[in-house]
């Protein structure tokens, strides 16, 4: 897979295609022959309005794959082994910014729309939603080294 | 699966939740353990600009899962062995328009954006994109007895 780009322990960052002609665009996301594709579960959508946050949240077992498909959004992700806090920018509106962004279990990740109308996260995950493998923390929690705007 | 609902042969529409809050919602798509799941290729998004039409095309082997996950969507479908049309308004700005359609293979799909701003569709299909196996007819041809706005 072109452009496949390892960002850290579990992080993996791969630039997504947009083909525009005069009618609107066709945005990749995910194929099953991807390097990154470790199985399908389910896909389901995060809307979140301009300045809302949605965080934190980790899994143990899914493999999440994200991608902003409308508007702009801040994408958080914790290493807690690392002590490392990485901050992604999402979004189809600039070519570098619309990309598929893999995050393995065991990081904690957080995100929030950083443009002026609602933004749409896809999240293509290797098993469907199961509260049972997943944990929370607070937005504002003193256990991750990040202040939401 | 509840709901679901076979819409003439070889097309079922599926009501699908969405989950609001005061951040934004989730919105579901599709689960490996739905009864219309038969495979995951590809997921992929189709941008449609206001008033723009995407038609026609037809798939020998590709089953199409869509869900209109931004803006307003007219997904019109013909059935040539039946001579069928049928019109199917989907988005997610009112709950009876936010439908998964399961497209089997053989029947004739067109789009259009109903709505003032660029709608998005999203296709989860059981291959990925693959031209050797879809074929096409403009958006005026005289083969499909519907007329595009």
Do not use: Q
Not at 4 to 30: F, S, W
Not at 89 to 107: F, K, Q, S
Not at 118 to 133: D, G, S, W
């Amino acid at each position: 897979m072109t452009g496949m780009n390892t960002a850290g322990a579990g992080l993996t960052i791969t630039p997504l295609k947009i083909i525009n002609d005069d009618r609107g665009a066709v945005m990749h996301m995910l194929r099953a022959d991807a390097g990154v594709f470790v199985g399908f579960g389910e896909i389901y959508f995060s809307v979140v309005n301009p300045g809302a946050v949605k965080a934190w949240k980790r899994h143990r077992e899914m493999t999440l794959n994200l991608c902003c498909v409308s508007g702009a959004i801040r994408l958080v992700v914790f290493d807690a082994a690392e002590g490392t806090v990485r901050e992604i920018d999402l979004g189809p509106g600039r070519p570098e910014t619309y990309n598929l962004v893999t995050v393995a279990p065991g990081l904690w990740t957080g995100f929030t729309c950083i443009g002026d109308a609602p933004a749409v996260l896809a999240n293509c995950a290797n098993i469907p939603h199961n509260p049972a493998e997943a944990e929370g923390l607070p937005a504002d929690t003193n256990g991750i080294p990040y202040t939401w705007p």
